[in-house]
């Protein structure tokens, strides 16, 4: 491989394009057609009071500005890891959290040594990281992965009114498009419409990615969840 093909965002795209052709590419978005590797959970009777906890990451979100990440657009991420915090909150959310990932695992599909996601060891429940975004007027996150994790997710804290958020699918999950750059042109294969205290899970391969909204203040929580060793 010539390095210069990495020097630019046209030849990286141009490559993973090479690598995945289009049939190769449909062939991968097959492997993960088990609806068991994705899952949405509507945690609002186990998370604490919402507002409490939108109250709570709006303050963390008060001294950061818009990430170098390249796939969040119109918005902020907080720093350092969320779980760590002590706030009774985000404990009581960490708590939720563990609980429902530990589900999503329990009912995985039996392990097969050829999937990334269905490794035999499948405890403890680890997180490589957690943040919180905060979307603002037109933000959106463009499609992406997270490849050094297992499961990665979407949980909606705050949302905006749908008149404010504009017609569907404005402001929805998208899993399993790729990055426009790579113009392989699959559509999503799940969508996930947002709603308050709602948890989406997902393998943190799959392109993942949110739909521009109209108006408002979107709050979301998100998380890696690290393969097991
Ligand atoms: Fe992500």
Same mark, same amino acid.
């Given at each position: 491989?010539?390095?210069?093909? =990495? ?8 490559? &993973? ?9 449909? +062939?991968?978005?097959? *492997? ?36 170098? +990440? ?12 969320? #779980? ?5 909150? &985000?404990?009581?959310?960490? $708590?939720?959290?563990? +609980? ?9 599909? %039996? ?5 990334? /996601? !269905? ?7 680890? #997180? ?7 979307? *603002? ?7 992406? &992965?997270?490849? /050094?994790?297992? #499961?990665?997710?979407? =949980?909606?804290?705050?949302? %905006? ?13 998208? !899993? ?6 790579? /113009? =392989?042109?699959?559509? %999503? ?6 709603? %308050?205290? $709602? =948890?989406?899970? #997902? ?27």
């Amino acid at each position: 491989m010539d390095a210069s093909t =990495l020097d630019s965002p046209a030849g990286f795209a141009a490559l &993973i394009k090479g690598i995945f052709s289009e049939g190769k590419a449909k +062939e991968s978005h097959a *492997t993960w057609q088990s609806a068991r590797h994705k899952g949405v959970y509507d945690l609002a009777e186990s998370l604490p009071s919402l507002d409490a906890l939108a109250e709570c990451l709006r303050a963390l979100h008060l001294s950061v500005h818009q990430p170098l +990440e390249q796939s969040l657009r119109g918005g902020t991420q907080t720093d350092g890891y969320l #779980f760590a915090r002590v706030e009774p909150e &985000i404990r009581a959310l960490r $708590r939720a959290v563990v +609980e429902a990932v530990r589900e999503h695992v329990a009912q995985l599909p %039996p392990a097969d040594p050829r999937h990334p /996601q !269905l490794s035999e060891r499948r405890s403890p429940i680890r #997180f490589s990281g957690a943040w919180s975004v905060r979307l *603002t007027s037109g933000g959106n996150h463009a499609n992406h &992965i997270h490849p /050094q994790g297992w #499961f990665s997710s979407a =949980l909606y804290v705050a949302l %905006p009114d749908p008149e404010q958020r504009g017609p569907e699918p404005a402001g929805w999950l998208t !899993l399993g498009e790729p990055q426009a750059e790579l /113009q =392989l042109d699959l559509p %999503p294969f799940r969508m996930v419409e947002p709603k %308050p205290g $709602r =948890l989406a899970l #997902f393998p943190s391969t799959m392109w993942h990615g949110t739909r521009s909204f109209g108006a408002g203040e979107r709050l979301t929580v998100a998380f890696d969840v690290a393969p097991p060793r």
